[in-house]
């Protein structure tokens, strides 16, 4: 139940949650009773609803986020120095969950336009890759990179250099730097329309650390290659790193055993000369853009839809506006027969139970048990822990504990069964909501979703984040109308009409599925892709929150 001021999220909750400041001492009325604020409360911070004694356990979201290590008087403010991380345990599959769909007959006949391949997925992007297998052929790709951008139609208006270019002038001239002036410029006409780019995915993996790295560098590389996002790829190899292409073709062979994309891959030990390589390269990548710009997009279902399920800047208000209207896209998405991606396992701590007991059996509970608690364990085994997850900008703006920052992170899946448990880099075939083992930094779960298959990705923040991905579309969505105003150049929707009861979450769910649809269709592109915000950081299966 809320009100203007202040919002209860859960019945069995002993804290409310401020929607705006508060003053201290001003009373305010809710559920029939009177509160008193003890000191001024922001707006995202909580303040206790009943006296809270040393040992109490905090409840929102109707479970525990923390433990009160000072006593906080009725009236008075949460923080990291009363309140300390604490979550409930959890254990195996318990009953069997049920679960009451969302309405999706109204949209339950539309399509989205996607580029079909011949796998029978559907992509939104139509991109080529240009991919190294290990660090060391990185600057060749960036020469590929310098060669292919700017004469294909697809390099950035490079404003930042002309406005260096004209404090140059103005220096020579002795005139004062002053204001930039208006910097605009377009892109070249494309040389392939129906190819939206060549993407030059550069990490510093490969060789050098173990093997198991290499592996999974190898199976995330194979997940972008079999993207549906993606046309063909070119490979670099040097040829004596731990990442061989035999062992990324393995991986592609396990998403696709019918090799059904082009894959043009080079080794530079075989090659000779660093120019001859690059030369061949060249061309043949040029081949494959001729391939790749014939197709064009066609009608698909829905049901074609991977949306990866992300928050980063995370605040308060997340788990109350964003959060749980991209809860209801994934719902729908489940109802569509399509599929969604939940991710960040740090950031699942203390939900742990209720999302094993909406796995569809118990051999998907047991493996997300044994994730979560491999995970725990690495983090552990370096003086670290789930509990050191929230940044400092998470805290200031109303995320105290990791728990509390996971019960609201959480609701980003919905209420649909959990229908696959996914381990890093492994592939989304099933229908319906996955959990797939990611950390909760933002570039690298962006990255692994990918490349688990998304080919769309909703990212929510309070606090605003620039993340992009190189080959699918991200949708930023903010908590709060002041972010979406203060960085209205990376926000792609704003919810904070929810926070100010002007609408439900289940119309902005609504009204983010209708923007995903024009994403997925290309007739909008997202603030990300407009920037050109292309990040890729493959997760090294060390501890990373």
Request: glycine letters at 10%; a negative charge.
């Amino acid at each position: 139940m809320a009100s203007e001021k202040v919002l209860r999220i859960d019945p069995r909750d002993n804290v409310l949650v401020a929607l705006t400041p508060l003053p201290a001492g001003e009373p305010l009325t809710f559920g029939g009773e009177q509160f008193v604020p003890l000191s001024e409360i922001p707006a995202k911070q909580k303040f206790a609803i009943r006296d809270l004694a040393v040992g109490d356990e905090v409840i929102m979201y109707g479970g525990i986020v923390g433990l009160i290590r000072q006593a906080i008087p009725r009236g008075g403010l949460l923080s990291t120095r009363n309140v300390q991380h604490d979550a409930s345990g959890f254990g195996p599959k318990v009953g069997n969950y049920s679960w009451s769909a969302p309405d999706v007959s109204a949209c339950s006949s539309r399509t989205f336009d996607g580029y079909h391949r011949a796998d029978g997925q559907v992509g939104t992007r139509n991109y080529w890759l240009v991919i190294p297998l290990v660090f060391c052929e990185n600057r060749n790709v960036e020469a590929l990179r310098d060669a292919f951008e700017e004469e294909l139609g697809y390099g950035r208006p490079k404003l930042y250099r002309q406005q260096v270019r004209q404090l140059i002038a103005q220096h020579h001239q002795g005139a004062r730097a002053t204001e930039r002036d208006d910097l605009t410029s377009s892109r070249p006409e494309r040389i392939f329309p129906n190819v939206d780019g060549v993407r030059f995915l550069v990490h510093e993996g490969g060789c050098g650390g173990t093997r198991q790295d290499s592996k999974a560098l190898c199976g995330l590389l194979a997940g972008y290659i079999h993207h549906p996002n993606v046309a063909g790829a070119t490979v670099l190899s040097l040829g004596c790193q731990n990442a061989q292409p035999s062992i990324l073709m393995d991986a592609l062979r396990e998403r696709d055993p019918a090799l059904r994309k082009p894959v043009l891959m080079f080794e530079q030990q075989q090659s000779g000369l660093e120019s001859d390589m690059l030369s061949e390269a060249i061309r043949a990548t040029f081949e494959g853009l001729v391939e790749a710009n014939r197709l064009t997009r066609k009608p698909a279902p829905l049901s074609k839809l991977t949306v990866a399920l992300k928050c980063g800047g995370s605040d308060g208000f997340s788990g109350i506006s964003a959060n749980p209207a991209l809860g209801h896209v994934s719902d729908m998405m489940a109802a569509l027969g399509g599929k969604s991606i939940l991710s960040e396992f740090p950031e699942l701590c203390g939900m742990e139970q209720s999302l094993i007991n909406r796995c569809v059996d118990a051999a998907q509970g047991d493996r997300f048990i044994q994730l979560m608690r491999d995970y725990a364990a690495r983090a552990k085994a370096v003086h670290s822990g789930f509990e050191m997850n929230p940044s400092p900008g998470n805290i200031k703006d109303g995320l105290i504990t990791d728990a509390m920052k996971s019960a609201g992170a959480a609701r980003k899946g919905g209420t649909s069964p959990v229908c696959a448990v996914l381990d890093y880099p492994e592939y989304d075939n099933t229908p319906g909501l996955a959990l797939l083992c990611t950390p909760g930094n933002d570039v690298e779960c962006v990255t692994a979703q990918v490349g688990a298959g998304a080919n769309v990705v909703v990212f929510t923040t309070g606090l605003g984040t620039p993340t992009g991905n190189p080959i699918a579309p991200v949708i930023k969505v903010s908590t709060n109308t002041s972010l979406a105003e203060r960085m209205s150049d990376i926000i792609d929707i704003d919810t904070g009409a929810v926070i100010r009861g002007e609408t439900t979450i289940e119309k902005v769910g609504e009204s983010m599925l209708d923007l995903i649809i024009k994403v997925a269709s290309g007739k909008v592109q997202t603030k990300a892709e407009q920037l050109d915000q292309n990040d890729f950081i493959p997760w090294k299966r060390g501890v990373s929150l």
